[in-house]
C-alpha cells in the first residue's frame, strides 16, 4: 500500500524503547547461501546503504555483494533551483560509488539499471533480475509492504524473479520506520531477523550515508532544496543493528 510520506513521522526514541527487536533471532550469517556475494537492488541511490549498508560493509572482507541500483534518483527535489533532473541524475550515481567504496564496493559491482525515479518498469526490472539471479543465492532488496512506490514495484520484482531462479528474498525496511510504529499490525514483524553490526560496520555505515550529500543536506536555500534526510530521519538509520525480513 502506497502512503504519503509526509510529516516527522515516528519517533526514533519510541523505536529505540521497543523491546521486540532484541527478542528477534539473528540474521545467519553463516549459511552457506552468504558464501556467495548476495544482490543487493535498491530503488534509489542510497535505499542500500539506508537499509542494509552495515550488512553489506561487514561481508567486505569475505563474499563481498553486488549492488543493483534500479533508479538515479533523478526526482528527489522536484522543484530545485539549484539542480536539474539530469543534473542530479549524475550526482546521486557518482554518491553511490563513493558511499559503496566506503563500503568495501568496488565500482565494477556497481549496476545502475536507469529506470525513470518514480516510473519503474516492473515487468522490464523482474526480467533484469532473473538474468542475474540463480538457484540459493540472497537477493536483498526494499520490502514489498514499504510506501513508497518505487520500493513496492523493486520488491515486487526481485520477488518475482526470485520465483523464477530458486533464488532467495530478503527484505528490508525503510520508510516502514517513518509511517509505522511498534507493533504496527500492518508489519510482518514475525518475519523480522535483526543484523547485529560491528564497530566498523556502523562506521562505515555512518560514512556511507553522510557520502550522499544532495540528501542529507540542503541544496540551497530553497524549501525545494531542503535535505531529504534530514537529522530526525537518519537517526533511525544509526541503530546498532539492521532489520531484514526473511521469507
Same mark, same amino acid.
Do not use: N
Given at each position: ?8 513521522? #515516528? /519517533? !526514533? ?9 532484541? #527478542? ?9 547461501? %552468504?558464501? =556467495? ?10 535505499? !542500500? ?30 522543484? =530545485? ?5 539530469? !543534473? ?9 560509488? #563513493? ?11 556497481? /549496476?545502475?539499471?536507469?529506470? *525513470?525515479?518514480?516510473?519503474?518498469? !516492473?515487468?522490464?526490472?523482474? /526480467? ?21 512506490? /518505487? ?23 525503510? %520508510? ?37 550529500? =544532495? ?31 526473511? *521469507?
Amino acid at each position: 500500500m502506497v502512503r504519503p510520506i509526509v510529516g516527522a513521522g #515516528t /519517533d !526514533e526514541t519510541r523505536w529505540r524503547t521497543w523491546t521486540a527487536p532484541a #527478542t528477534w533471532p539473528t540474521l545467519a550469517l553463516e549459511d552457506p547461501a %552468504w558464501s =556467495s556475494p548476495p544482490l543487493v537492488v535498491a530503488p534509489h541511490p542510497d535505499d !542500500e546503504v539506508l537499509g542494509v549498508g552495515g550488512l553489506v560493509a561487514m561481508l567486505a572482507d569475505g563474499p563481498g555483494a553486488e549492488i543493483a541500483v534500479v533508479t538515479d534518483g533523478e526526482a528527489s527535489h522536484p522543484g =530545485s533551483t539549484v539542480h536539474s533532473r539530469a !543534473e542530479l541524475a549524475a550526482i546521486r550515481r557518482a554518491e553511490t560509488v #563513493t558511499a559503496c567504496g566506503l563500503l568495501g564496493v568496488a565500482p565494477a559491482a556497481i /549496476d545502475h539499471l536507469g529506470h *525513470p525515479d518514480g516510473g519503474v518498469d !516492473e515487468a522490464a526490472l523482474t /526480467d533484469t533480475l532473473t538474468a542475474r539471479l540463480t538457484p540459493g543465492r540472497w537477493c536483498v532488496t526494499t520490502w514489498r509492504g514499504d510506501g513508497h512506490p /518505487d520500493h513496492e514495484a523493486v520488491g515486487r520484482a526481485a520477488a518475482a524473479a526470485c520465483r523464477r531462479t530458486g533464488a532467495m528474498l530478503l527484505e528490508f525496511p525503510v %520508510w516502514t520506520w517513518h509511517w509505522a510504529e511498534p507493533d504496527d499490525p500492518e508489519v510482518p514483524w514475525h518475519r523480522a531477523r535483526r543484523v547485529d553490526l560491528t564497530g566498523a560496520a556502523r562506521s562505515a555505515k555512518r560514512d556511507a550515508i553522510d557520502a550522499f550529500r =544532495s540528501q542529507v543536506r540542503p541544496l540551497g536555500p530553497d524549501p525545494a532544496d531542503a535535505a531529504i534526510l534530514p537529522p530526525h530521519v537518519l537517526a533511525r538509520f544509526a541503530r546498532p543493528y539492521e532489520t531484514v525480513l526473511v *521469507p
